[in-house]
């Protein structure tokens, strides 16, 4: 006996037949001697109906009519389940985001929940009613009681959330596929069904794409160690649940923006290869990364930013201890690259002997514009200069020099509140503070990202676990900003005030004079929806930057792999570029965390790229081993 949250889906709820069949199901739980809250999407595809008809009366039509529109179509799911769980005998309440309590900042069509106050809804369920809650919507906090929505896919992370404030023993994510599979089967008809995934893994695929759970949802999930799982809603099969560390305790207060970075984390134990002036063609990533993979070298960030004219830059890192070693690879593999027509300039080979990588962790950057914007304005204020940057969804690394690592800690530390004990330089791991935080440092040789300490993990589950493709995004590129201290604040302080929302951000290797000033491009993707307003708001700011051309490419995908098992596993990267190169598909941006590799492809290649890493990973097969939790 326990309390379950429920979330069905607008396809699940899309008919008054299919609302009969979630009553039934809903009942049965209550038979089971559950108490049940259940969320609800709008009917089918309400919302998206909604939305035309606003674009039919206005071309930009206003965020705040928009919340007031959309939010309709989840009342008239929660009022008919209700209505057809009372007809089957079952009481049962429909509250509305507001009647419940769900208290969101102002920031109409993409608010973050702050708060809950489950008073009201505990009431009606120790009355041994069914509480019926509208999804996706809540009430700003403020003396308007705005309706506001949470952005689309919201309803997911009201359930969550609701489940997190409601200390529930379950949530429990039912929609039109039977859980979560390896890759979108839209794309791919034969990906396979998980039964478990991590929460990390999960986060990376949601936010690459992969719409079965609303990134923000696995977020709170994760950090309130909510029990998650996906079913589907036309069979009893158990689905795949998604595995969240053991978390701290935490205040509902801030829910969603309480706390975005839990962890500072220093890598000053690197080196950085890189080749300039590679050929923008196929193949090139795949047969760099081959020969290193055939070294049994374990690279850790790899970055390839936008082409300039004929050619690209790629840049790697790896331990210092496998330098020389990954040096050699690129000084043999360069000149072999000359051969193409339109490269008559020997690729060269560029090593920074002694680098460090800083990173900034934590799951509540999703959708938190300002946090990559914080991290460069402290490291700018510190005086440090940022020589690469490369971002996930839940880590934002930057490449700094070594001799600026205890300044970067220490002002990462300060701006996000996070207390670390002083660093001993041999010290492996510094976890100290008793509370959510943890500060790890790697400083010595023997910190070498481990290749035999991962051979364990590695040996339990597969490399890959999912691929994703996201077919929404945008790539901007800012040509030439100025290489000192502050510029990447800068940009992405604008675009966070803004409220534009930058996915990967990739800052080239590739430092060129203009005028006599050292320049680098900084590339990033964003929603193809915010493009427009990104590049006019950066223009804007171009004077100030003095910066070259902000070009723009909506015509992109970005498909990616995921797997906690490619850790300390060399050989994953290359066999993605193979397999891209392989079906001919060039690769124009790549960017990795330690998790996950992505790349950007132009967008009639997207499907294309997703099936051919699915295939060369071997998804379609069941996996024979699972991740442990
Ligand atoms: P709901 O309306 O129930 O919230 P969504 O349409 O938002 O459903 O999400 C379910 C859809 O997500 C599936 O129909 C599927 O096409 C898509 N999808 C994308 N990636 C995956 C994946 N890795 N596993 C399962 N489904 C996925
Ligand atoms: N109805 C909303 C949408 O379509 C929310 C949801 O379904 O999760 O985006
Ligand atoms: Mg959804």
Redesign the pocket.
């Known amino acids: 006996m326990g309390l379950i949250v429920q979330k069905?889906?607008?396809?699940?709820v899309g008919s008054v037949e299919r609302i009969q069949a979630v009553a039934q199901r809903v009942r049965c739980a209550v038979e089971d001697g559950h108490s049940i809250v259940v969320v609800v999407?709008a009917m089918g595809k309400t919302t998206d109906q909604l939305v035309g008809l606003a674009n039919q009366v206005s071309s930009q039509p206003s965020r705040r009519e928009m919340d007031m529109l959309l939010s309709t179509g989840e009342q008239v799911s929660i009022a008919l389940l209700s209505m057809a769980l009372q007809e089957q005998g079952q009481p049962a309440i429909s509250m509305t985001g507001a009647q419940v309590g769900i208290l969101t900042e102002t920031a109409h069509t993409r608010a973050r929940i702050l708060n809950i106050n489950t008073e009201r809804l505990q009431r009606h369920l120790r009355d041994g009613k069914v509480v019926v809650v509208a999804g996706f919507q809540g009430i700003a906090r403020t003396h308007d009681l705005e309706i506001t929505t949470l952005g689309r896919?919201g309803?997911?992370t009201s359930a969550v959330a609701l489940a997190a404030a409601l200390k529930a023993d379950a949530c429990e994510?039912?929609?039109?596929?039977p859980?979560?599979?390896?890759?979108?089967?839209?794309l791919v008809p034969e990906?396979q069904l998980m039964s478990e995934i991590t929460a990390d893994e999960m986060l990376e695929?949601a936010s690459l794409?992969?719409?079965?759970l609303h990134p923000r949802a696995v977020e709170i999930a994760r950090n309130y160690g909510v029990m998650l799982v996906v079913r589907s809603s036309w069979t009893d099969d158990p689905g795949t649940k998604v595995l969240s560390p053991v978390p701290q305790p935490r205040s509902l207060d801030g829910l969603e923006i309480a706390q975005p970075v839990d962890a500072v984390e220093l890598d000053a134990y690197q080196a950085k290869v890189a080749l300039l002036r590679v050929p923008d063609c196929p193949g090139i990533a795949a047969r760099l990364f081959g020969e290193i993979a055939t070294q049994q070298l374990d690279v850790d960030l790899i970055i390839q930013s936008i082409h300039e004219g004929n050619t690209n830059d790629i840049a790697f890192t790896v331990n210092r201890n496998s330098r020389d070693r990954a040096e050699s690879v690129a000084e043999a593999i360069a000149p072999t690259l000359r051969q193409t027509p339109s490269n008559l300039e020997e690729a060269e080979v560029l090593v920074k002997r002694q680098t460090a990588k800083i990173s900034i962790v934590g799951a509540g950057m999703i959708g938190h514009p300002g946090v990559a914007a914080q991290m460069f304005s402290a490291l700018a204020d510190a005086g440090v200069n940022i020589q690469m940057i490369s971002t996930s969804e839940v880590k934002v690394s930057c490449a700094i020099a070594t001799e600026d690592c205890d300044r970067a800690v220490e002002a990462l530390c300060t701006q996000f509140q996070i207390c670390s004990s002083p660093l001993s330089p041999s010290s492996n791991i510094t976890s100290t503070n008793p509370a959510t935080v943890r500060s790890q440092i790697t400083h010595a040789e023997q910190d070498a990202p481990s290749e035999l300490a991962h051979m364990n993990s590695a040996d339990l589950s597969p490399p890959v676990r999912?691929a994703?493709l996201d077919l929404k995004q945008a790539r901007l590129a800012i040509r030439h900003v100025p290489d000192r201290p502050g510029m990447a604040a800068h940009i992405f302080q604008t675009l966070a005030d803004h409220h534009i929302s930058v996915d990967t951000i990739i800052q080239s290797q590739r430092c060129r004079l203009v005028n006599g000033i050292a320049t680098r491009d900084i590339a990033f993707t964003v929603t193809q929806a915010d493009a427009e307003s990104a590049q006019s708001v950066l223009q804007a700011i171009a004077p100030e930057l003095q910066c070259g051309e902000i070009l723009v490419d909506t015509a992109i995908a970005k498909v990616s792999i995921v797997g906690t098992g490619m850790v300390g596993r060399p050989g994953v990267a290359a066999q993605m570029f193979k397999a891209l190169a392989q079906a001919d598909i060039n690769i124009q941006m790549i960017t990795t965390s330690e998790i996950k590799i992505s790349c950007v492809v132009s967008e009639t290649d997207g499907a294309a790229a997703v099936q051919a890493v699915h295939a060369v990973f071997e998804l379609a097969s069941p996996q024979k081993m699972q991740v442990l939790a």
């Not at 994510?173 to 596929?177: E, F, G």
């Not at 599979?181 to 839209?186: H, Q, Y």
């Open positions: 069905y889906g607008g396809t699940s999407s896919g309803s997911d994510i039912y929609t039109d596929v859980g979560i599979l390896t890759t979108d089967p839209r990906a695929l794409g992969a719409k079965v999912g994703a």
